[in-house]
């Protein structure tokens, strides 16, 4: 008999997978970003997107999580990329507001 038949059945079906891969489909419909060709809005869009995806997916760890130094590091991430998403989203209100190079395309 198999060890591992049914290993991924149980697997797909704790409360911690069907949370993570919530977040992977929502981190990842986020960074389905309409681009407009500028590099620079286009980067911090995207990656605002993927630091939420990135928290949600760590506060998942944090709370369901026993092993404790795994926990600790979630909660790093978490406060690091929230950090950067503030910075990012001023970087974005910045760029935003710029009148368009009249040199890009």
Do not use: C, W
């Amino acid at each position: 008999m198999d060890a591992h038949a049914g290993h991924d059945e149980a697997a797909s079906d704790a409360p911690s997978t069907r949370a993570y891969r919530e977040a992977a489909d929502r981190m990842h419909q986020a960074m389905n970003i309409t681009y407009t060709g500028d590099a620079d809005i286009d980067f911090l869009r995207g990656m605002i997107a993927h630091h939420e995806g990135a928290i949600a997916m760590a506060k998942i760890a944090a709370e369901q999580g026993e092993a404790e130094d795994v926990r600790g590091l979630a909660q790093e991430i978490i406060d690091a990329q929230e950090a950067e998403i503030v910075r990012m989203r001023i970087m974005l209100a910045r760029h935003e507001d710029a009148p368009a190079d009249p040199e890009r395309p």
